[in-house]
């Protein structure tokens, strides 16, 4: 139990374009959900917190209009990276916490994003 | 906010060796993880553990809460047990986040 998937697994492209994460999951529900970037060699960094039916809250230094979090129900959360730039190019971690169960967090299998 | 080191940053073991990872907080927690992280990123549960003493085949954790540390064991190394250790903590009165140490390196030769 307690799985938390992620697509795309990974994703390429042109500077300039949005991409969009899922993060979904898949066998519980999670009113509260959140999104890590991790660069290489590098521990995670907390982007933002993703609530069920209201905004998200972002980290000092994270750019809301940037990195757009969307959380429209309790088994799926969507980060959408507009108008990427090479220096946006990262591992992106979601990570779940099951409303029913203790306080564990279940994490995504990541998104690697290289932007050219 | 609250503070996480892991040590050693590093550590080269043979097969069949023993481990002790450490993980020290500043400030009281109500949540504390260890994680492995394997070659592919993918980060795996070892611990929910935010006090006492828990075991899981070859590996164990405790922590001891009122002096702000976790241990992670790792008895009979084997080279699948490479990759990066984190410990990650939810301060008390938080907002459910967890604060990731900056990881363990485990290298396990054969």
């Known amino acids: 139990g307690a799985v938390v998937s992620q697509h795309p697994s990974r994703v390429i492209c042109k500077s300039g374009t949005s991409v969009k994460i899922e993060c979904r999951s898949l066998?519980?529900?999670?009113?509260?959900m959140f999104w890590y970037r991790q660069f290489p060699k590098q521990s995670l960094m907390l982007m933002a917190t993703s609530n069920e039916g209201s905004k998200a809250t972002y980290e000092q230094g994270v750019e809301k209009d940037k990195f757009l979090i969307n959380h429209a129900s309790l088994t799926l959360s969507t980060l959408t990276v507009t108008s990427a730039h090479p220096e946006d190019s990262s591992f992106y971690i979601c990570?779940?916490?099951?409303?029913?169960?203790?306080?564990?967090?279940?994490f995504g299998p990541g998104t690697r994003l290289l932007v050219l | 906010g609250i503070q996480v080191e892991q040590s050693p940053p590093d550590l080269i073991l043979q097969e069949g060796a023993n481990s002790t990872l450490r993980c020290n907080f500043s400030d009281s927690v109500n949540n504390l993880q260890w994680f492995h992280q394997n070659p592919w990123g993918q980060l795996i549960n070892l611990f929910y553990?935010?006090?006492g003493t828990k075991q899981n085949g070859r590996l164990s954790a405790t922590t001891v809460a009122t002096e702000r540390y976790s241990l992670l064991y790792i008895s009979s190394s084997q080279t699948t047990d490479s990759g990066v250790y984190f410990c990650a903590v939810e301060a008390q009165g938080g907002s459910e986040k967890l604060v990731f140490g900056k990881g363990t390196k485990l290298t396990v030769n054969p």
């Open positions: 553990i935010p006090s």
């Open positions: 990570s779940a916490r099951d409303i029913g169960g203790v306080e564990t967090q279940y």
């Open positions: 066998d519980f529900q999670a009113t509260t």
